[in-house]
């Protein structure tokens, strides 16, 4: 079993979900994936999986004129080699390294660290409503653009056998944390693990990773967890259990 080639089915799977439902711009092609929102945010456009330079500047050229911000993330296993040099010497700088990481999930902990916490399915609007809330607090200059998109696609993801999954942590009634969860190809990919910044360092992040993870053990029976970290992440993961795969890096690329 190949994890790191599940990693990348899993991530690019997760990008593509909601805007292939939600019948918006999404192209594969042998060279390069392009998600194209229509949504001005880079959250919610993303280029990846780059097999030449001439794909990559294409696709640039394009999203100029659309005059649309979107996210290149290097470091997929079919990315040519000099993918990220070749951005840094046309002048773009990388914005974030992220660690890919995996787990067996049936290793991990169900001992909860944050006892106030309750974590819930998102299965209705109200929920919803609380992980976009969620959201809007934490990037407040694209909050218009995230609740644009998530209610749009919440049909998609109210649907009870949808392949992604939104929870949402209550500490003492209070919305404060999300995850994701997207299953695919053998794998359970969490993703968008945030927590309000008053309640960090309460063990909140931890239990919506396991939460989501043994979510996906219990009900799909899957047994690889995957995800990406932030470095401040990555050791945190790592006392859980994860294991370190590969890097990736994210060119956050504004309207140009």
């Known amino acids: 079993m190949n994890i790191t080639k599940l990693l990348d089915a899993n991530m690019v799977g997760k990008f593509m979900y909601l805007p292939s439902l939600m019948r918006m711009d999404v192209t594969v092609d042998d060279n390069i994936?392009?998600?194209?929102?229509?949504?001005?945010?880079?959250?919610?456009?993303?280029?990846?999986?780059?097999?030449?330079?001439?794909?990559?500047?294409?696709?640039?050229?394009k999203f100029r004129q659309l005059k649309m911000p979107f996210a290149h993330w290097v470091g997929f296993d079919v990315d040519y080699p000099q993918c990220k040099a070749d951005m840094e010497e046309a002048g773009f700088v990388c914005d974030e390294h992220e660690s890919a990481m995996f787990v067996e999930i049936e290793k991990l902990s169900r001992d909860k660290k944050c006892e106030d916490l309750q974590i819930v399915l998102v299965n209705n609007e109200k929920k919803l409503e609380d992980f976009i809330r969620i959201y809007r607090e934490?990037?407040?200059?694209?909050?218009?653009?995230?609740?644009?998109?998530?209610?749009?696609?919440?049909?998609?993801?109210?649907?009870?056998?949808?392949?992604?999954?939104?929870?949402?942590?209550?500490?003492?009634?209070?919305?404060?944390?999300t995850s994701a969860l997207f299953v695919n190809e053998n794998s359970a990919g969490v993703w968008d693990v945030v927590t309000l910044s008053d309640f960090r360092r309460k063990g909140i992040g931890t239990d919506m990773t396991a939460y989501a993870l043994l979510y996906a053990f219990d009900n799909f029976g899957y047994h690889i967890g995957v995800l990406t970290a932030s470095e401040e992440g990555e050791p945190v993961y790592e006392k859980i259990g994860f294991q370190k795969l590969k890097d990736f890096y994210v060119f956050n690329v504004g309207t140009l």
């Open 33 to 61: 994936t392009v998600i194209n929102s229509g949504i001005s945010s880079d959250m919610f456009n993303i280029v990846c999986r780059t097999k030449n330079k001439k794909a990559w500047e294409v696709v640039f050229k």
């Open 138 to 177: 934490l990037i407040s200059h694209d909050s218009d653009q995230i609740e644009k998109f998530y209610s749009k696609a919440a049909d998609h993801i109210l649907n009870t056998r949808a392949a992604l999954k939104l929870f949402v942590g209550y500490f003492q009634n209070q919305p404060v944390a």
